[in-house]
């Protein structure tokens, strides 16, 4: 089964607004990290955030985290159409190494 | 740096034929890993090494084999192909410790007939 889910599974906004994703998992992390892949590629790393951290930031990137609802969420503000990408979350399980990644929200930035 | 490179990018087979995809990676990271993705799903794990001579099972490790005869080098194996593993494979690196971000390769797309 997929230790993260993001939702929504796709998304199409504008050029120049906000988009969110939430990624919601099962069990405890020591960390949670969000990558993006545009189409036909590998995935690259955006940001990663602690297990005791609540916050972070990355340029237009702002990663939440609550590990008490076991939820992540990734803002990019101000979009471009250069972010049309599919994004992806993924943990890793307290105690173990293996990475976990779920099934990615697509996003469709408009010009 | 070229970082984490794959071979082939694309490739064919029949059912039952046999076939090795190379990972190699020059920033001499200890851990690497494959992954195949399908359509709708995320990357899943089928085995990963965290280091030279070392392999372990991931999530999905059926019909498939490793090796990691050198530390730059993580070799996928499929001994006798089937349609179920028409695919997009990835191969990661990750620095000394699992915990860091992994850097992925470009893939290969692999269709089995």
């Known amino acids: 089964s997929q230790q993260g889910e993001e939702d929504p599974q796709a998304l199409s906004i504008q050029e120049g607004e906000n988009a969110t994703m939430n990624c919601s998992y099962k069990t405890s992390i020591n960390n949670l990290q969000w990558y993006r892949q545009n189409s036909g590629r590998g995935l690259v790393h955006l940001i990663l955030i602690r297990s005791n951290e609540r916050e972070k930031h990355s340029g237009r990137l702002r990663v939440t985290l609550d590990t008490s609802k076991k939820s992540s969420s990734l803002l990019i503000t101000a979009s471009r159409a250069a972010d049309t990408a599919s994004y992806f979350c993924a943990t890793i399980n307290t105690g173990g190494f293996k990475t976990i990644f779920g099934a990615g929200t697509r996003l469709f930035v408009k010009a | 740096n070229a970082g984490v490179t794959q071979t082939p990018k694309f490739r064919v087979l029949k059912t039952g034929q046999s076939m090795t995809l190379l990972c190699a990676q020059d920033?001499?990271?200890?851990?690497m890993y494959w992954y195949r993705q399908d359509p709708g799903m995320g990357l899943r794990l089928i085995h990963y090494s965290v280091g030279e001579g070392t392999t372990a099972k991931g999530e999905v490790p059926d019909g498939y084999n490793v090796s990691r005869l050198k530390k730059q080098n993580f070799l996928l194996g499929l001994e006798s192909a089937a349609p179920s593993q028409t695919s997009v494979y990835f191969c990661a690196s990750s620095p000394v410790s699992g915990q860091n971000e992994q850097f992925f390769g470009p893939g290969t797309r692999l269709t089995v007939l």
């Open positions: 920033m001499n990271h200890e851990y």
